[in-house]
């Protein structure tokens, strides 16, 4: 139901796993990057698509989130895997395990 609810409305899901580095992201995420389902991208790959300005508000984003556990919620310009230009919202918070530590965004 939230795949298609996702579809509909163009929002989809990720997750970055501090631990070993992993970005997760859902097919709708793809979709809207112009990429195909279920594509695996690294984190650097990921920071690729923001243009500069975007760029240092999304590393901007993930530091704050990683070492204060703040929410974040913006917009940022991305460029797809099509050169289209496009702004995004990302919403982002931070996961904690069971020691307290961010584990997650």
Known sequence: ??????SLRN????????????????????AIHD???SVNVSI???LRVFNARS???IENFFSVCIN?????ESEFE???AKNREIWVRCIGRAVKN????????
């Open 44 to 46: 650097e790959q990921a």
């Open 35 to 37: 990429m195909p389902p």
């Open 78 to 80: 991305i460029i797809t």
């Open 98 to 105: 069971s020691d307290d530590e961010i584990v997650r965004i």
């Open 68 to 72: 204060n556990g703040m929410p974040h």
């Open 1 to 6: 139901m939230l795949q298609i609810a996702g």
């Open 11 to 30: 929002f989809g899901g990720w997750s970055f796993n501090l631990i070993d580095s992993k970005l997760i992201w859902s097919d709708e995420v793809a």
């Open 55 to 57: 760029r240092v508000k």
